[in-house]
């Protein structure tokens, strides 16, 4: 068995002078921090402003479809590379139903990745980005913004005044804003088309004590 190391005087010395520096430095970066204008930002409750006044203008959140103006060309449907957007057309005779109507218009806001590819076709400006981001949800099926609510209601599609270059709008956000469930809601029941087989019902959500 070999005898430990002895260490001269000189080397404990120098071990403890290195832990002491090394001690310091640590230290000097924390006690820095008493003496600086905190940076944590305690969002979203105490923000000295709204976070959508301090977004880019050019901010992409979540898409919306203003329905009182889209004519169902189905041209975002298509532009989208990732099949997030889907149109159901009815076709009427145009005399007692409209010849064209959408019984299903659904943005997956889950599965968007927000490249804007569906708004620049859009003849109208009816499909847009907003400035809204906040909707974490419990349930999947919940991240499927629907912009026919009721299937059995199918919206007509916009026939845009001949000659016109501007179309009405609502302003920006405030339709999208009122599908945003709650974070914790139920998921709806899937909506079906007659002859379909009825999807499996959207799983329970495990509501965790808060
Ligand atoms: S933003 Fe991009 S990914 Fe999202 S729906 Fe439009 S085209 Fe598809
Ligand atoms: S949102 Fe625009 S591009 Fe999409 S179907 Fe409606 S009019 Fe066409």
């Known amino acids: 068995m070999s005898e430990p190391t002895q260490k001269s005087l000189g080397g404990w010395a120098r071990d403890v002078s290195e832990s002491a520096r090394s001690l310091w430095e640590g230290m000097s970066v924390t006690l820095s ?10 969002y979203p409750d105490r923000m000295p402003l709204p976070v959508v006044h301090t977004l880019p203008t050019r901010y992409r959140g979540f898409l919306e479809v203003d329905m009182d103006t889209c004519t169902a060309c189905q041209a975002c449907e298509r532009a989208c590379p990732i099949d997030v957007i889907n149109i159901d057309l009815i076709r009427g005779d145009g005399v007692t139903t409209p010849k064209t109507a959408m019984e ?25 980005h907003t400035r809204e981001f906040e909707g974490a949800a419990m349930a999947f099926d919940n991240l499927t913004l629907r912009f026919v609510p009721d299937p059995a209601k199918p919206y007509p599609a916009y026939k ?9 709008r609502k302003p920006l956000g405030e339709i999208v804003r009122k599908l945003i469930r709650e974070w914790d809601a139920p998921a709806p029941a899937f909506p079906q088309r007659d002859g379909q087989t009825p999807r499996p019902g959207p799983a329970e959500v495990s509501h965790v004590p808060r």
Do not use: H, N, W
Not at 33 to 42: D, G, R, V
Not at 104 to 128: A, H, N, W, Y
Not at 161 to 167: I, L, V
């Open 160 to 168: 845009p005044p001949k000659g016109a270059d501007a179309y009405p």
């Open 33 to 42: 921090y008493m003496f600086k204008k905190p940076i944590t930002t305690q």
């Open 104 to 128: 299903r218009f659904d943005i997956d806001i889950g599965k968007c990745m927000f490249c804007g590819l569906c708004v620049e076709p859009c003849p109208t400006g009816s499909i847009q």
